[in-house]
C-alpha cells in the first residue's frame, strides 16, 4: 500500500513538471511569435513612413 502511495506521489510530481516544462515552452513560443509580429509590423510602419517622406519630398 505504501508503495502504491508513494508510485502515486511520484507520477503526480513527475505530470506537474511535464505540464510546467509545457507551459514554459509554450510561453517561449508566444513570447517568440510576439516579438517576430511586432517585428514585421515595425518594419511596415518604417517602409510606409519613409515611403510617405519620399513622396512628400518630391
Known amino acids: 500500500f505504501i508503495y502504491l502511495y508513494k508510485l502515486f506521489i511520484y507520477s503526480f510530481i513527475y505530470l506537474?513538471?511535464?505540464?510546467?516544462i509545457y507551459?514554459?515552452?509554450?510561453?517561449?513560443?508566444?513570447f517568440i511569435y510576439?516579438?517576430?509580429?511586432?517585428?514585421?509590423?515595425?518594419?511596415?510602419?518604417?517602409?510606409y513612413l519613409f515611403?510617405?517622406?519620399y513622396i512628400n519630398l518630391f
Open 16 to 20: 506537474h513538471i511535464n505540464l510546467f
Open 23 to 30: 507551459l514554459y515552452k509554450l510561453f517561449i513560443y508566444s
Open 34 to 47: 510576439l516579438h517576430i509580429n511586432l517585428f514585421i509590423y515595425l518594419y511596415k510602419l518604417f517602409i
Open 51 to 53: 515611403i510617405y517622406l
